[in-house]
């Protein structure tokens, strides 16, 4: 179909240009909880609430320190500080309102707040656990961006995150935007792959700001980067996580 060929075009003019979503994200913030209320997508963004909440039981109760990187409005940070023993929370995300949302949400005794760039040095030291939710695919180019996301685990802590992954991507978008709407957005992505192209990376839009992974790749690149690949949950739009840095240097 015409979506699925716009979406495949601009892919392939953008390998090798990971997305880059900051200034679209520190414009604004990713309301979890208004994706929630659609009509034929809100089981499928429970489930996952769900997953992230069941991989903070198994795998998040030794942790006393936790990062969460891209923390949004603080959904999965309020989740952290009432699953796990965590004395201290560090929720870091690039919105200036997404973080004063995560303010009133989160009610935890050592909670602090980081406004930054993820690719930034913000001064965070390592913590037992770091979680990324709703965000590893905005942020770059898969690998690099685990990579990074390992260096701030403590050896013998842990990783949980979750990815919007690329299996029955055109499904999704067509029950979230309907027929029409899902083309007019794979025609603007496919504009913004040539400018992105033609100016080598110079130019881009928000058009593209995800970078959509097969989840078997995904599991693939997680073995790849951390010790351990903990646990993996694949769901029809998503798949959640939780691996081990054992420490030193994997990739």
Partial sequence: MLAELFARSGRALLEGFPPD???????RFWDRAAAEQHVQLRPEFLTQKETIADLLRAH????????????????????AAKLTPAVEITAIDISAEGLARTAQRVKHDDLRLVEGDFWAD??????????????????GDLRQVLI???????PGGIFIGNLWT??????FQRKRYGVAGHLTRTASFLGTAMIIRASA?????????TQLTPSDEAVAVLRSVFDEVLEVRKERYFMGFACRVDGGPRP
């Fill in 148 to 154: 990074r996301l390992r260096s701030m685990v403590k």
């Fill in 122 to 139: 913000n001064g965070l030291e390592q913590a037992d656990l770091v979680q990324c939710l709703d965000a590893i695919h905005h942020l």
């Fill in 201 to 209: 990376g110079r130019l881009k839009t928000g058009a593209y700001r």
């Fill in 166 to 171: 690329g299996d029955n991507f055109h499904e």
């Fill in 21 to 27: 979503g900051r200034e679209y994200w520190a414009a």
């Fill in 60 to 79: 998040g109760q030794d942790a006393k320190s936790v990062i969460e990187v891209a923390c949004g409005t603080g959904e999965f940070t309020e989740m």
